[in-house]
């Protein structure tokens, strides 16, 4: 099914690295969510996006970067300065008018760090 | 603060049986809440909203003001509802979208 697409399912990489996830969405939907999902923990906002070009913090996005160049594209950048990045990361969007609160979620990605 | 909690992390019930995932919240304004549901292997999607307190799949939740509570009904557990549920909470008139999400609660249905 697409809708919103992440991309890879799985990531490996060392400590120090930076990497980035992919996340697009063919929805045409205005509004665009990084969310980490660790067990026990629930979903924590990193960053979201209501337009392009622009972009807010979230509730943990220190170590973490993104941008928004278009609207199908909400790419997520965790740096070497996020102390415990191995997670499993959501990208979720949603239009902002009519069904608030509906958030469409990707299939995610899961980043180990070594 | 706005904060979702649901103090279960696993509710284990046998086939047949009601099942209650609590939800409790903290906002100071008029919120709206949510259940989404995360199946094994798929995404996670929107179970339901209060606003149209609707049923889906025989699931019900009543969102109670004046305990904050917003806890997810089911009077006959099925095998195919184990899951992970998580409340959610949106602010009422920000309109940002955003979501502020529990813990989460897996939901076991023994056969």
């Known amino acids: 099914d697409g809708g919103i697409t992440q991309s890879p399912k799985y990531l490996f990489r060392k400590e120090g690295q930076n990497v980035t996830l992919s996340c697009e969405q063919n929805l045409n939907h205005d509004a665009m969510y990084w969310y980490r999902q660790d067990p026990g923990q629930g979903l924590r906002l990193i960053y979201y996006s209501q337009i392009v070009n622009d972009f807010q913090k979230g509730d943990i996005a220190e170590g973490y970067s993104v941008s928004r160049e278009k609207k199908e594209s909400f790419p997520l950048t965790v740096t070497s300065a996020q102390k415990n990045p191995t997670a499993f990361y959501l990208c979720?969007?949603?239009?902002?008018?009519?069904?608030?609160?509906?958030?469409?979620f990707g299939p995610g990605t899961r980043l180990t760090v070594t | 603060a706005q904060r979702v909690t649901q103090p279960e992390k696993l509710l284990s019930v046998f086939k047949g049986a009601p099942v209650e995932l609590k939800c409790n919240y903290s906002y100071s304004g008029s919120p709206e809440l949510f259940w989404y549901v995360q199946y094994s292997r798929q995404r996670l999607q929107l179970l339901l909203r209060?606003?149209s307190r609707e049923s889906i799949k025989g699931f019900t939740a009543d969102l109670n003001k004046g305990e904050t509570s917003f806890h997810l009904k089911k009077p006959f557990a099925q095998e195919e509802d184990s899951a992970m549920y998580y409340c959610a909470l949106s602010g009422g008139s920000s309109n940002t979208g955003k979501l502020i999400f529990g813990q989460g609660t897996t939901l076991q249905v023994k056969p």
């Open positions: 209060h606003i």
């Open positions: 979720a969007s949603s239009t902002l008018q009519g069904a608030r609160g509906e958030q469409y």
